[in-house]
């Protein structure tokens, strides 16, 4: 698909360009561009999950039920979404459908999906290789309440049986938020905790030992949750709410954003750089009409001043990739510059870099 690129005014600039554009001085070869999300099928409703690389667009294959992608990764050049398709949990490969095993065979309810995907050890693997590992929810018609299930296959092939995993003391509202690989022995999961404060689970893997040890580890005695993390050089950074004030934790320590008080936004995608910088990738709802922007240590960039929304954002050397919707239409801000998806009634959810 082509892929238009459109010169976009915004404010900030000067502050925008000192932070986002990349260096001069060195070189740096394009990378590879993944965007996952949706698109309306041709009923005008229903929606299907789908892929754009480097601006060319790939639905899934099965588009015959709506459908939908709750994360995306690229592992060894092909494309994994995770979600949800005929209300059962699934991932698309390269776009092709995969069903994720029914731990206690019977009827799903509507709602279960998966929502997101790491590399882990495999329990029981004779190698070290990390291998796609799956996290979500899955609810029965036999049962009022959703369980949290983490499925793996056996071996490290995507094709072979599935482990899974359940635990119970996922809150019954609400659903697993997200995952990350703390080295490869480490899974921590954030999510909503049956006791309603904030903390996390951490999976471990037991050498030796076919079973996960998952334990939860409160960040608060204060009513709240946690819904999003980032790993860098070693130091867990882990977003949630306590009170209803947004907040963050770094290794364990509680920290303030001072700079969103007052501030009517909404945090969609939280990520640290290499040097420490938080960003904040969002929706600025001060005006009847949402607009994307970004948050860098406290310093606010509006990306668009039309309707609009940021929703994921990624690192290349010193570029800021961030991934969005603009007008009804799937797009992405490489530092200043708005890409165009050409895709009308498209949402644009997350975004891969990979180096050529």
């Known amino acids: 698909m082509k892929t238009c ?176 690989v703390a080295p490869d022995t480490k899974l921590y999961i954030v999510g909503d905790h049956a006791s309603g404060k904030p903390g996390y689970w951490l999976a471990e893997y037991p ?31 882990i977003l949630g709410n306590v009170q209803n004030q947004e907040v963050y934790w770094k290794n364990g320590q509680l920290q303030n954003f001072a700079y969103l008080t007052g501030q009517n936004f909404s945090i969609n995608k939280f990520r640290v750089n290499a040097d420490g910088k938080i960003f904040l990738a969002g929706d600025d709802n001060s005006s009847a009409t949402s607009k994307a922007c970004v948050f860098v240590n406290g310093i606010k960039t509006i990306l668009s001043t039309d309707p609009s929304n940021a929703t994921n954002l990624t690192f290349y050397y010193n570029d800021v990739y961030v991934s969005g919707i603009l007008s009804d239409k799937a797009c992405y801000w490489q530092g200043a510059t708005l890409i165009d998806l050409n895709r009308p009634k498209s949402a644009a959810k997350f975004i891969e870099i990979v180096s050529k």
């Open 5 to 180: 690129i459109i010169k976009h005014t915004v404010l900030f600039i000067p502050f925008f360009i000192l932070i986002f554009a990349c260096k001069k001085d060195k070189k740096v070869t394009p990378p590879d561009v993944y965007i996952g999300g949706t698109y309306t099928l041709k009923d005008g409703v229903s929606t299907s999950a789908c892929y754009w690389k480097n601006g060319e667009f790939f639905p899934v294959k099965d588009s015959s039920k709506a459908s939908n992608a709750y994360d995306m990764k690229v592992l060894n050049g092909s494309v994994y979404l995770v979600g949800q398709y005929n209300d059962q949990p699934c991932y698309w490969k390269d776009g092709v459908l995969h069903y994720l095993p029914n731990p206690n065979n019977f009827v799903f309810k509507p709602g279960s999906k998966a929502t997101a995907m790491a590399l882990f050890r495999g329990a029981g693997l004779n190698d070290i290789t990390p291998i796609p590992t799956f996290i979500g929810q899955i609810s029965y018609v036999s049962h009022l309440n959703f369980i949290a299930t983490i499925w793996q296959p056996e071996g490290g092939d995507v094709q072979a049986k599935y482990n899974t995993y359940t635990f119970s003391d996922v809150s019954f509202n609400y659903q697993l938020a997200g995952m990350l």
């Open 207 to 237: 050498p030796l030992n076919l079973n996960y040890q998952i334990i939860w580890h409160n960040l608060d005695n204060s009513s709240g949750s946690t819904y999003g993390l980032d790993l860098v050089q070693n130091d867990v950074y």
